[in-house]
């Protein structure tokens, strides 16, 4: 069964500075996807990128990078020049290509920007 | 113009009763889930269905109901609430093309409060 983990339950992070987010995974199937979203205090849930196993480069998104080690299992996301907008709850997400598309999801890491 | 929307936002309601939450996509997927987030901010696949065909059902009570009229549309029917289904309930959609699925998007939620 796959598995994701975040050690991180709480990160603070100072205006403008780079944060990176961790996430480890654990699966034994060769074809996944590795997503991350955003949990504002609002509630809702906006997803920021997406990882293909097979994708031979680091997905990108605006502030937002993912730092693919597939040997190390892990799918951390960095967060460049960090907004205030940017506190928020985030989850890692892994779906298995043959798994009917659920999503497991990690319990999240809370992250404060601050001033 | 909203992509996912459900309602209500807000559901409170007494043990024992019945009650459904609907949810709708504009964005033309085919495929819809249901989550639910708990207290602690856990967000687990409940149900999925694919053109109205339920693809997925994970361990939950019989209580709880999937209903797809359409590929638009994905409600959840609760029967006999219970204090433990309070939680957050989140529907989202994606597309499936080509044997790939895309990523998920969800709706605003809907904070089902069970006295």
């Known amino acids: 069964a796959q598995k994701i983990t975040q050690t991180q339950p709480g990160m603070f992070v100072q205006e403008k500075e780079a944060v990176t987010l961790d996430c480890t995974y654990d699966t034994s199937d060769p074809s996944y996807g590795l997503f991350w979203y955003k949990q504002p205090s609002s509630g809702e849930m906006i997803f920021l990128i997406y990882?293909?196993?097979?994708?031979?480069q680091n997905a990108t998104e605006g502030r937002y990078s993912l730092n693919f080690q597939k040997a190390r299992k892990s799918a951390n996301l960095v967060i460049s020049a960090s907004q205030l907008g940017d506190s928020a709850m985030y989850f890692c997400?892994?779906?298995?290509?043959?798994?009917?598309?659920?999503?497991?999801f990690g319990t999240g890491t809370q992250l404060k920007v601050e001033l | 113009d909203t992509a996912v929307s459900q309602t209500p936002k807000y559901l409170v309601t007494q043990m024992g009763n019945d009650k459904s939450i609907k949810c709708e996509q504009n964005l033309g997927h085919d495929t819809m889930y249901w989550y639910k987030q708990d207290s602690k901010k856990f967000l687990k696949i409940m149900f999925s269905y694919n053109n109205k065909e339920l693809i997925i059902n994970e361990t939950v009570p019989n209580r709880f109901s999937p209903k797809s009229p359409d590929k638009a549309h994905l409600n959840l029917h609760i029967n006999s609430l219970e204090l433990g289904d309070s939680a957050v309930y989140f529907c989202a959609s994606s597309q499936r093309l080509a044997g790939y699925n895309y990523e998920q998007y969800f709706g605003p939620g809907t904070r089902l409060t069970v006295t």
């Open positions: 990882q293909g196993s097979y994708d031979q």
């Open positions: 997400a892994m779906r298995l290509t043959g798994g009917g598309n659920k999503l497991t």
